[in-house]
């Protein structure tokens, strides 16, 4: 297998020699799936840079849709909760653990969004640590995750503790080790940072916690279908992600949620919905939590929202997370090489980790010109995604994004800065 190094050192006699992005798109090991998405060869939309927040459609899902719309629901109707549905949430969360959480059946399910179980798993994680009243999170982390911390925290009597990591890294695990103490009771931290792309030590900052009787709820919506993660060999506690970013389920596609098998049956969620009842279908008077990963569930599950992630998850099995993350890695060291050459001498900061194996698959970028540029690119089809107060965040999905997309990206912006 070709990994992220030897595409780095193959030819490279000299600092001029670089290979160019024709030359690593030829030698992608993975490049054949480029074309299974939407969109690809539009020459409309040269540089899509975005795809960690909303991936590509797969090209086969038109056909899974007509199929849905005609055979399963059409012509099933109400009996497809029986005969598929109402299995659809378990039977997709043990596959997408599989895939890309390292999670053995029975802990991960697909339901709400990221923000809703964010909610549930924190309120159930605080509820089983008694008398300690410290939530503790990062000020870089993403806004959802900050508010829904703010709004328990208030809700609980519970004390936030914040930490304040530099802004082109992230939470490290002395930040952490600063800060755990007998009053922590849940940390909430994303795996990846959602704008420096800082890739978190989620198995050391996990013992840590541990070590000071802490659970952790890891945020994994930067890093499901593009990092390698080990949920149970690292003995997480809790974890939830969007679909919709690497995982391509389209807007809005529902969460996953994951809780380790050795608390599933000591925790309860606070939406208490007839679909987490041990016994739904019989509409009894009082709610009794069912066993197992299905308690986390409230209401009826979002169907529709799961096909596309099942034609992801397809090509995700298909190609492997250890090619899937060579080639992040290969397109985010292509793109740090290409800011140093054209963009540093234009005054343009780097505010991502250095280090590939430091960081996800996006790279962050800081100009004062930034602001007022964005839509101009995305005018001419360049669609990276902006990032408040100058940021430009250039967004690398693994099975849809070219080299050649990359160059072109770095390129338009260099060439508006040029003529700022
Ligand atoms: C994208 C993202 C979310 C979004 O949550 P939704 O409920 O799907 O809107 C939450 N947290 C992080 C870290 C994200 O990157």
Redesign the pocket.
Same mark, same amino acid.
């Given at each position: 297998m070709t990994t992220a190094t030897d595409l780095e050192t193959q030819p490279a006699p000299g600092p001029e020699a670089q290979p160019s992005a024709a030359d690593l798109d030829a030698r992608d090991p993975l490049r054949r799936y480029r074309d299974l998405f939407v969109g690809a060869d539009d020459p409309a939309l040269p540089a899509y840079l975005d795809g960690n927040?909303l991936g590509r459609p797969v090209k086969a899902l038109a056909e899974r849709y007509r199929r849905f719309v005609d055979d399963e629901w059409g012509g099933r109707l109400i009996r497809g909760w029986d005969e598929t549905w109402l299995r659809k949430p378990f039977a997709l969360g043990d596959r997408i653990g599989a895939a890309t959480l390292g999670a053995a059946p029975g802990q991960t399910v697909v339901a #709400?969004?990221?923000?809703?179980?964010?909610y549930k798993l924190l309120r159930a994680a605080l509820d089983a640590r008694p008398g300690r009243h410290e939530i503790v999170i990062d000020r870089s982390?993403?806004?959802?995750?900050r508010y829904v911390v703010e709004g328990v925290a208030a809700e609980t009597g519970s004390t936030v503790r914040w930490l304040e990591p530099d802004a082109a890294g992230g939470v490290t695990a002395d930040d952490v080790r600063a800060v755990l103490g007998p009053e922590t009771a849940v940390l909430v931290l994303?795996q990846?940072a959602?704008r420096s792309g800082h890739l978190a030590d989620v198995p050391g900052i996990t013992r840590l916690a541990h070590e000071h009787g802490a659970l952790v709820l890891w #945020?994994l919506?930067?890093s499901a279908g593009a990092v390698p993660i080990e949920l149970d060999a690292w003995e997480v506690d809790l974890a939830t992600?969007?679909t919709?970013?690497y995982l391509n389920g389209g807007p809005?596609s529902p969460?996953f949620v994951y809780v380790n098998r050795a608390l599933l049956d000591g925790l309860r969620q606070p939406i208490q919905g007839w679909m987490g009842e041990r016994t739904p279908f019989e509409m009894g008077q009082d709610y009794r939590p069912a066993d197992g990963i299905r308690r986390f569930l409230s209401g009826t599950p979002p169907i529709t929202g799961m096909i596309a992630i099942e034609a992801m998850l397809e090509l995700i099995e298909e190609a492997g997370m250890p090619a899937i993350r060579a080639k992040s890695e290969a397109l985010t060291a292509f793109a740090v090489r290409r800011i140093d050459e054209q963009l540093v001498p234009l005054g343009v900061e780097l505010t991502s980790p250095r280090n590939p194996a430091a960081r996800g698959s996006h790279v962050t970028i800081d100009h004062p010109a930034f602001p007022a540029m964005v839509p101009e690119l995305w005018e001419q089809g360049v669609i990276p995604d902006f990032r408040r107060p100058t940021g430009i965040r250039l967004g690398f999905s693994p099975l849809s994004t070219s080299f050649a997309e990359v160059a072109l990206g770095i390129g338009a912006i260099e060439e508006r800065l040029q003529h700022s």
């Open positions: 927040s #709400d969004s990221t923000t809703v179980s964010l982390n993403f806004p959802t995750d994303s990846v959602y #945020d919506c930067h992600g969007c919709y970013k809005g969460a």
